[in-house]
């Protein structure tokens, strides 16, 4: 089976500007997260859909963080514009909503794109 | 604030040697994850740990859970180059399966 696909794996950019993140989760994963780890620091949830819809987007930044997951398969996160403070890695997680709850429970990682904020 | 407290935060040691790593937490879980994360990778789930006292082992991987479903522990019997990484503990908290993570423990295992 075919894991977490992200892509760019690697990303430079300059303040101020603009960067999109791709991801495309496991074949029939109903929920898709994304989040943000700093170095040096655990994984930050971002905003988590099932289907295509958001479950929670509480700690997105919205004056400039955006994603969707228009047909509940793949998604896109983008950042317009860019601060300093973005400079993370951009994680993207799936898990399932079908089989035992100790399954639904089980988040499978891509293996994310290091973005760097000149 | 961190919501879940991991210590050591690294940890270098010897081929041979023993460890534990602690991942503290004033809040309740229903569930709580360990995962490893290699450079350049996203984490791997190791355990999933969900009766208070509960004890879990993954070969010389052991892993416990509080009574009280707010810490947790995990320690390596004869630590191997091989479990050099960055080992992350995660809380579930509610429905929707959602996982706070803690800062976690970076592990260098020397030969």
């Known amino acids: 089976e075919a894991g977490v696909a992200q892509s760019p794996r690697y990303k430079i950019i300059e303040k101020r500007q603009s960067v999109a993140f791709w991801c495309n989760p496991i074949s029939g994963h109903a929920t898709l997260y994304w989040y943000q780890q700093i170095l040096g620091q655990g994984p930050k949830l971002l905003i988590q859909?099932?289907?295509?819809?958001?479950?929670?987007d509480s700690q997105l930044p919205k004056d400039r963080f955006s994603a969707e997951r228009l047909k509940g398969v793949d998604s896109t996160l983008k950042i317009q514009p860019a601060k300093l403070e973005d400079s993370a890695v951009y994680l993207c997680?799936?898990?399932?909503?079908?089989?035992?709850?100790?399954?639904?429970?089980?988040?499978?990682f891509g293996a994310g794109t290091r973005l760097s904020v000149l | 604030t961190q919501l879940l407290e991991q210590s050591p935060q690294f940890l270098s040691i010897q081929e041979g040697e023993n460890l534990t790593v602690y991942c503290n937490s004033s809040s309740v879980f229903s569930s709580l994850q360990w995962y490893r994360q290699e450079p350049g990778e996203g984490p791997v789930l190791l355990v999933t740990v969900v009766t208070g006292g509960e004890v879990k082992k993954l070969k010389r991987l052991t892993f416990q859970f509080g009574d009280a479903r707010k810490d947790s522990s995990l320690h390596i019997t004869a630590a191997q180059p091989g479990d050099t990484g960055l080992y992350l503990c995660?809380?579930?908290?509610?429905?929707?399966?959602?996982?706070?993570f803690g800062a976690g423990t970076i592990l260098r295992v020397k030969s």
């Open positions: 859909f099932q289907n295509n819809g958001v479950v929670d």
């Open positions: 995660a809380g579930a908290r509610g429905y929707g399966n959602k996982l706070v």
């Open positions: 997680a799936s898990s399932s909503t079908s089989g035992r709850w100790l399954a639904k429970n089980i988040q499978y």
